[in-house]
């Protein structure tokens, strides 16, 4: 197909922005683009998808998400309000995924990724629990992404808190689906180790997962400072803090992402940059459990890799951007920052984390990438460039105004309408399967 008559914002440093531009798709990648005109006498033959002036960009890349965190919303909280990061787990996350069937799973998934493909984003690495539904748990996930035709990466948060035997099926399912899926020649599945976090996992807990992580393909996916009490934890217990525990358990690395790092030190930024493990900041989330705010500035600066996630709070990653973008100059009470580095992390470092699994070129729109597309209902009011297309996109696009997703080569959504399911069915049903959750707890 080729997609006529767009504003292009290309995310390619050595073309950022076609006016009137078009795009020519075959297959799973783009093998074209240029000027409208060009482009449809080079392709006379091919079907035409006319965006009318909207903008097309590369679909989004969202670093770290939590589908089980799906049926939260709007649940109704019966005891104290929680004080403090740990007072909201005990409280709320881990009393939900301790409740959570494979039904809940499915369709947590099924919304989840409408959600996603519904605001742009068209690959998602995400971090599940359900302890008392592991075994099964990845492939249901994954099946349900197969459904809708999205791209995402996937792991079970390893724990000690609901004893050895679920720990160890953790591991299990984690090293399952990485061999099933990082082998496998097709691009669109892929797998990493979960791991929760350095205060619920033991040294002997640690040392099995680096034994059976030993000769695959893959890294960890672990929650790395988040809260106070994760370092309170580390140095109380070892002696060490928590990117120094890591580090000493072989789980960083290029392929591992530490998700938050809020309460890490220089030296341990110094240790994530020269083991070229990946960060992912999740402005939103941070301030709405009030843990802190992310160095993030300080290790973009130290050349750390750090990408934007949204940590469950939202499928909206527009969003996440536009709160990163504020968080930095209110913490720093310095208007200038944060213009260039949120943009940076959002589209170039998730592009850099994303392909360190998916195979192509990704997050780009340009000859030979992967052809994940979105069309956004969007017409500046000012002249936009290939100067100031991220202020374009910081005030005046949100998740909402994507109108089409494109996902390796298949549209998935086409004028807001889900193609690839029956999306009033899937939240029917979804609604359905929350009450009964929300009935057992």
């Known amino acids: 197909m080729i997609l006529i008559n767009g504003r292009i914002i290309t995310q390619d440093i050595e073309r950022p922005y076609i006016e009137n531009g078009s795009i020519v798709i075959k297959?799973?990648?783009?093998?074209?683009?240029?000027?409208?005109?060009?482009?449809?006498?080079k392709y006379p033959h091919e079907e035409i998808e006319d965006v009318k002036g909207k903008v097309v960009m590369p679909g989004l890349i969202n670093t770290h998400h939590h589908i089980y965190s799906?049926?939260?919303?709007?649940?109704?909280?019966?005891?104290?309000?929680?004080?403090?990061?740990?007072?909201?787990?005990?409280?709320?996350w881990w009393k939900l995924d301790k409740k959570l069937n494979l039904e809940d799973v499915e369709y947590s998934a099924l919304t989840t990724y409408t959600d996603c493909i519904?605001?742009?984003?068209?690959?998602?690495?995400?971090?599940?629990?359900?302890?008392?539904?592991?075994?099964?748990?990845?492939?249901?996930?994954?099946?349900?992404?197969?459904?809708l035709g999205i791209r995402t990466c996937l792991c079970y948060e390893v724990s000690?808190?609901?004893?050895?035997?679920?720990?160890e099926e953790g591991i299990k399912e984690n090293i399952n689906f990485i061999k099933k899926y990082n082998a496998d020649s097709q691009n669109m599945?892929?797998?990493?180790?979960?791991?929760?976090?350095?205060?619920?996992?033991?040294?002997?807990?640690?040392?099995?997962?680096?034994?059976?992580?030993?000769g695959l393909n893959a890294g960890y996916h672990v929650h790395t400072a988040e809260g106070k009490a994760d370092l309170e934890d580390s140095l109380k217990k070892y002696n060490k803090r928590v990117v120094e525990r890591l580090r000493d358990f072989n789980i960083l690395?290029?392929?591992?992402?530490?998700?938050?790092?809020?309460?890490?030190?220089?030296?341990?930024?110094?240790?994530?940059?020269?083991?070229?493990?990946?960060v992912v900041h999740n402005a939103e989330s941070n301030m709405g459990n009030a843990v802190g705010c992310s160095p993030f500035?300080?290790?973009?600066?130290?050349?750390?890799?750090?990408?934007?996630?949204?940590?469950?709070?939202?499928?909206?990653?527009?969003?996440?951007?536009?709160?990163?973008?504020i968080l930095h100059k209110h913490e720093k009470k310095d208007p200038s920052v944060a213009w260039g580095e949120v943009p940076t992390a959002l589209f170039?470092?998730?592009?850099?984390?994303?392909?360190?699994?998916?195979?192509?070129?990704?997050?780009?729109?340009?000859?030979?990438?992967?052809?994940?597309?979105?069309?956004?209902?969007?017409?500046?009011?000012?002249?936009?460039?290939?100067?100031?297309?991220?202020?374009?996109?910081?005030?005046?696009?949100?998740?909402?105004s994507v109108v089409t997703t494109i996902i390796n080569g298949k549209i998935v959504m086409k004028d807001r309408k889900l193609l690839t399911g029956d999306e009033k069915g899937i939240f029917g049903h979804s609604r359905e399967t929350a009450q009964k959750l929300w009935n057992r707890m």
């Open 70 to 92: 799906a049926f939260a919303r709007g649940m109704k909280s019966n005891g104290k309000p929680s004080k403090d990061f740990i007072e909201i787990l005990e409280n709320l």
């Open 160 to 167: 000690d808190r609901d004893g050895m035997e679920i720990m």
């Open 297 to 325: 500035l300080e290790m973009f600066a130290k050349g750390i890799n750090i990408g934007i996630g949204t940590d469950g709070y939202t499928s909206d990653i527009f969003e996440s951007m536009k709160v990163a973008n």
């Open 118 to 147: 519904k605001n742009g984003v068209t690959t998602v690495f995400d971090h599940h629990a359900s302890p008392y539904a592991i075994t099964g748990s990845l492939e249901t996930i994954a099946e349900a992404a197969n459904k």
């Open 189 to 214: 599945i892929k797998g990493m180790f979960g791991l929760h976090a350095s205060f619920t996992l033991s040294d002997a807990s640690l040392r099995r997962c680096d034994e059976e992580m030993k």
């Open 348 to 400: 170039e470092n998730n592009r850099k984390i994303a392909e360190k699994y998916f195979k192509g070129d990704i997050g780009v729109i340009k000859a030979g990438a992967l052809a994940d597309v979105i069309v956004v209902d969007y017409d500046p009011l000012t002249p936009m460039d290939g100067n100031n297309t991220n202020g374009h996109i910081l005030f005046g696009m949100m998740g909402r």
């Open 27 to 41: 297959g799973e990648k783009i093998v074209d683009l240029g000027n409208t005109e060009d482009m449809i006498k």
């Open 253 to 278: 690395g290029d392929k591992t992402i530490a998700v938050h790092c809020i309460h890490i030190n220089e030296e341990e930024m110094n240790i994530l940059r020269d083991t070229k493990t990946n």
